[in-house]
Structure formats: C-alpha cells, structure tokens
C-alpha cells in the first residue's frame, strides 16, 4: 500500500478561448507546473500512479440532473460564439469542446482515488484534476467548476463501498457552496470549509457562508462553515482553525474517509486569496488528517492560481501523504484577532450538536456586528487597488521565493525512523524501511554523562544511554529524522534528564518534553526558558509555570484526545521546538494506539525530529510507535468516550491559567462592554512574522 497519484494529460487540452479576464487564471499550466515540480522533486516516481477514466454519466447522475449533464455534453458540439453565449448563463464559467471530456475525467479521477484507498490498493492519495468542482451544484456550473468532483466521490463511496460516515475538509479559500448545498441535509456527510469571507463582500457573496450556517433538517450540525472575515491568514491560523474546530468534530463523527477538496489558493501569492500560508503548513494539515480514519486520506485538487505557490504546496502534501516529515512551521505561531473571532463563532455556533464543545469554554457569542469593523474594500480595477495589489504580489514573490530557498536547503534526514534495543527482540515487527540502530557513544562519554545518576550505574542501563545519546546526535545533525529506544524501567526518569542535557549542549534553543507517567523535572532545570516540560499523568510542578505544565493522566479516550488536542498540541505548535522527547514512564497507562496517537501528531510541531523513550519489554508499544513516527497511519480509535467531569475541569483549569501566556491555547477574544477587544488578550501578528494585508486591499475579483 502506497500513496496514489492520479491524473491524465487530457485534462490539460481546456482552456479559454476568448477574451475574460476572470477565468483567465484556470489554465493548463496549473496541472502540467505541478506535476513537473512533483516529477522534479522525485515525489511522482515514489506514488503509485493511475491514469484517470472518464467518469460514467450515471456516476455523474449521483450529484448532478441528466438535464445538466446533457447541457455539458452538448458543449462537444459548439462554436466558440455558442460556447461563450452558454458561459455567460452561469457564474465565472468557461466552456471549450473537450470541457466535457476533461470535466468526465476529473470526476473519474476522484472515483478512482476513492475505490482503491477503500480496496486497499492505496493507503492515500491525490487526483491531479482540472476543471475544479467544489462551487457546481446539480443544476448549474460555478466558479470555474463543472463537476462536483468531490460530491460525486463522497456519494459513490457510500453507494459503492457502503460507508455510512465521510468527513469533507474544504481548505479551497472560497467556499464551496456546492458541497454544501449537495450534503446540507445530510447526517452522512460532515462539511467542514474554511474560506475568504470578509462579512459576505467575498465572492460567491452568500449569507449561507457564515458561521452560523450548520446544515438543514437532519443534517444540522453537519455543516461547519469558518469564514475568514480579513486577509492574510496564515500558518497560526489555519492550525488554530484545526485543532479547535476540525478535529474536535472530526473525532467525535469517527468518519471512515477523509476527502479533502484540496484548493491551494489558500496559500502565500495566491491572486485570489491573499493569504499567508506557507507551502508546508499544507503538509502540517495533512498530517493532521491522517490521524483520522485509518488515514484512508483522499485529496482532490480544486484552486490555486500561483503557479510556484501551487506547485509547491502540492509537493508538501505528497510529501506528508507519503509520510515524509513536514518541515517546521515558517513564522511565529499567534493566531490573529480576526481569526479567533472566526473560531470564536463558529464553535458557538456548533456546540448545540457536539459534545465535544460542550465540555469547553467557549466564550462570548459574537453578533457580525461585535466583530472587528472592516473598511469597505477597494473596488477592483480602480488605480489605487492596482497599485495595492501589485506591490502586495510583489512583497508575497519575494517572501515565496525565500521561503522556497530555505525548503530547498533542508533536505529530509537519510533515516526516516531508527530504533534502538539493547537486545533483540524476535517479538518486535518493524516497518519496512525503519534502521535498526547498533551505533553507541563511546564509553567514556556515555560513562561521563551517566555519572551524576546511580540508576544509570548498572551495564544494561548505561548501554541504553550510549544508544540514546547516539540518536540525540543523529536527530540533531539531521541524519535521523525521528528514534525510539527502550531503557531499564528505573533508569528511564535518569536517561530522560541526560537526553535533555544532551540536546541542549548540541545546541537545541527549545526542547519540548511530554513525559508520560510518574517522571519528574529535573530541578535544576525548573528556570530553563529552552524546556517546555508538559507532565501527563505524574506530579504536579512545585511552582507551576509556563515551562512546566502538569494534567493528571485521562483515564478515558475522550478525555485523552481533548488533552492532546486542547492542550498538548496547542503548546508544541506554540513552542516551536527544536527536539521533542517523549518518555512513557513507570505507570504511564497509554495504551498501544494511544501512545502512537501521541507521537504521531507530535511529529508536526517537532518538524519530525522526535525521540521516543519507553520501558524495555515493551515490543507491541515500541512496534505501534514506530510505525507512527514512521508515517504509518494511527489505528482508527472508533467512537470516542465522553472525558469525564474530572479531567474537563482540569483541563479548563490549565487553558484559564495558560491563555494569556501560550497564544495557540485561546479559542476566544475577551472583549469590554463597547466591544473592544481586551489588550491583555488581543491577537496582533509580532513583528517577527510575516506582514499582513491592510484590510481595504481585500476587495472581491469577481463582481457580476
């Protein structure tokens, strides 16, 4: 089982064939630049390939009327005068004579994608697709859509294959009205989109866009619209966006397939969305997913209009389909105000229909009124919006372009995973391409290191520390992305204080520790602002900080994930770690999947590099951690239990003290009685990050 890619040159044969600007931008070069990126980075040789069928009209008859379908059809036959005279009857579309062939291969290759993740053929995948299909609907094309290439998969996999639960995540920057229109009233289908909004001036300009859309009928609570209302969105917003919505959702419906209407006009330079998302945040996102399902993660290409910008997001999603780790996050991890905002609303807005909200905070419900006041936007066209525009473009080339030189110069480690024993172990099956590790420090190093702790005397503890420093090395020099050792079980507290001594004198600026059991911080580390000690289940800090956070251990899946999710992951993505080392001590009762769970999301603050220290006689656990940091998908944890009282106050506890401190833990924006927004919590982008757009510049392209 690999990762599938599929696409065929026809698909490139459409294009415009008169003079509109505003379609101008959905041309073949979107397809064939990608795919020459992905061929260059060595990433399509790597993919199971599939050339795309064209899909059947019953298939398309799944979503769409056969009055539709055959007005499609007959566009075979017509002249370019007849073609632009039908264009001109539906929303920023254009038809040329082969739209109908290509159109039948995008919606085939979905079908394809789909039917072999579910046959097991492939564990993921990616259908390379033009025309887009997110904003058509059963009647009717829009916004350069045809048709609705996802729809159509998400119905035939419940058709065809029986599924009774599939989660859409629409990371397109503009709504996909047509998704929603499709699945609104249905239970079946959860909708999550994220999109352009700014109040409803954001084409396609729809009151159902906002946040307090949720679905009709039997369907509420299955739509989960978050309408970004300003410009320049970024990397801390969209994994806010994730870990506060999304996955909480996402969970809790335990969905059987992720599709993902994949539109990367969302990302930095894009002309319609100028936004600020950098090319591996996609690959952070899609890591993400695949802790859902089973990782059966299906992604179809819908937007993107940068032709660098796509080519490059593109590539940074096969890589984490693939199970490459993602590189680490560009810029400092604060949500924006306007982004809570969005976050704020759109969880007041769900929380009557998951219970996994219900147990949070959740802050005021804000009215669009209380939101942050936007100017009214500068129309398009008009001298100072061009000259806005074009030195916004300006500023988002050069920022790509270093962006890019820095990806460039940071290859992924020779050695995905390797695992260190101090013995064989006939029991341990490990995935194919994960090294066993024989390399040891020598031993009078391991000797020096090892002196200041009696537990590491004994010979079979101080040949674990010889491993482990090995591997601390090799992470450190980016010849190992990620490791796994097993020491003695009272050595484990001694090896974990020396494994972080030994990162910090190799010069690790931030190490995040997840300690998992009845471990403690080394006092005379408790001041060091480079260590971010999160204590899962052990004793609570003496003198409790913003670098040393303890939460009694769950004793429930619920109440684990909401701890992973609302608090764990929150803090690492805000750290930005250097080194992550998470150690599974005495009593640390995770079990197997929960432990590669952990370690297989903590892969994307850690940029990969992860350390795992557990028990020895562990094999089962030290086998499910290494296929997780591996790349290997997390075991689908099936309908997930209601944390108990204990652990949601204590968890709300931790977020009230830590809010103010760790900016990725707010879900809401304080505001006074005249609707300012309180200073000591206001989200404002540091002057480290990447500039945002002044709002006035977020004017619609396509007015009609």
């Known amino acids: ?302 937007g993107g209009y940068h032709l660098e910008s796509l080519a490059e997001s593109v590539c940074m999603m096969v890589q984490a389909l693939l199970g490459d780790p993602a590189p680490p996050l560009s810029g400092t991890m604060v949500p924006c105000e306007s982004a809570l905002e969005s976050i704020q609303r759109v969880r007041a807005a769900q929380a009557p229909y998951w219970t996994s909200l219900q147990h949070q905070d959740m802050g005021p419900v804000l009215s669009p009124s209380a939101c942050s006041p936007e100017g009214r936007p500068l129309l398009p066209g008009g001298p100072a919006y061009m000259e806005a525009a074009a ?53 009078e190093e391991t000797e020096a290191w090892a002196r200041p702790h009696a537990a590491l005397a004994q010979d079979g503890a101080l040949t674990a520390l010889g491993k482990v420093l090995n591997l601390v090395d090799r992470i450190l020099d980016g010849q190992v992305s990620s490791g796994i050792t097993a020491t003695p079980a009272l050595a484990t507290a001694a090896t974990l204080d020396v494994a972080i001594r030994r990162g910090l004198h190799l010069g690790a600026q931030r190490l995040l520790c997840v300690a998992v059991g009845q471990l403690e911080r080394p006092p005379d580390l408790s001041d060091d602002r480079r260590i971010l000690w999160l204590s899962i289940g052990g004793q609570e800090a003496a003198a409790p900080s913003m670098f040393h956070v303890s939460v009694p251990l769950p004793q429930v899946t619920g109440g684990l994930l909401s701890c992973v999710l609302g608090l764990v992951l929150p803090l690492a993505y805000g750290f930005q770690p250097h080194l992550v080392l998470v150690a599974l001590g005495p009593a640390h009762g995770l079990q197997d999947t929960h432990g590669a769970l952990l370690v297989l999301m903590l892969r994307g603050p850690g940029g990969g590099r992860v350390l795992a220290l557990v028990q020895e006689s562990k094999p089962q656990l030290v086998g499910a951690l290494a296929r997780a940091l591996h790349g290997e998908a997390a075991p689908s944890l099936g309908p997930c239990s209601v944390a108990s009282p204990e652990d949601v106050q204590a968890l709300k506890h931790l977020r009230r003290q830590l809010e103010p401190k760790w900016r990725m833990l707010q879900v809401a924006v304080t505001r006074d009685r005249r609707g300012n927004a309180d200073l000591s919590t206001r989200r404002t982008l540091p002057e480290a990050s990447s500039p945002r757009l002044p709002s006035w510049l977020a004017g619609p392209r396509r007015t009609h």
């Not at 289908?189 to 999109?195: A, D, T």
């Not at 050695?415 to 020598?442: F, I, K, Y």
Request: net charge negative; proline share 5%.
């Open 391 to 443: 030195a916004e473009a300006a500023e988002a080339a050069v920022a790509l372009s270093s962006l890019l030189d820095r990806l460039r110069l940071q290859p992924p480690p020779p050695v995905r995973t390797a695992v260190a024993l101090t013995s064989a172990d006939t029991a341990l099956v490990l995935p194919s391409g994960v090294l066993h590790q024989e390399g040891s420090a020598p031993r």
């Open 1 to 302: 089982m690999g990762t599938a890619l599929v696409y065929h040159e026809d698909m490139t044969v459409a294009r415009l064939l008169w003079d509109y600007p505003e379609c101008e931008i959905e041309c073949p070069e979107r397809l064939t630049a990608t795919l020459k990126r992905l061929q260059q980075r060595g990433l399509e040789q790597r993919c199971l390939r599939l050339e795309a069928r064209e899909a059947s009209e019953a298939e398309l008859g799944l979503v769409h009327s056969p009055e539709y379908v055959a007005v499609v059809r007959g566009t075979q036959a017509l002249g370019t005068g007849e073609l632009q005279a039908l264009s001109g009857q539906y929303d920023s579309v254009y038809f040329h004579p082969s739209t109908f062939h290509c159109a039948r291969l995008a919606a085939g290759a979905a079908l394809q994608l789909v039917d072999a993740v579910l046959t097991g053929a492939a564990r993921n995948g990616l259908a390379l697709v033009r025309p887009p299909g997110h904003h058509s609907q059963r009647t009717a094309a829009n916004g350069f859509c045809v048709f609705n290439n996802v729809a159509i998969a998400a119905e035939h996999a419940k058709q065809k294959h029986g599924l009774h639960r599939i989660l859409i995540v629409d990371w397109d920057v503009h709504h996909g009205q047509g998704i929603q229109y499709i699945f609104e009233d249905d239970p079946s289908v959860l909708y999550f989109s994220w999109h352009r909004y700014e109040h409803g001036r954001f084409w396609p300009f729809l009151r159902e866009s906002d946040a307090d859309e949720v679905g009709r009928g039997r369907g509420h609570g299955f739509t989960v619209n978050l309408p970004w209302n300003q410009v320049g969105m970024g990397n801390a917003d969209y994994v806010a966006a994730f870990l506060h919505v999304l996955l909480p959702l996402a969970f809790e419906f335990d969905p059987e397939l992720v599709l993902v209407a994949a539109g990367f006009d969302s990302a930095i330079g894009d002309p319609e969305g100028h936004m600020r998302a950098t090319p591996e945040c996609f690959a952070h996102l899609t890591q993400l997913l695949q802790v859902l399902a089973g990782g059966r993660v299906c992604a179809v290409l819908e």
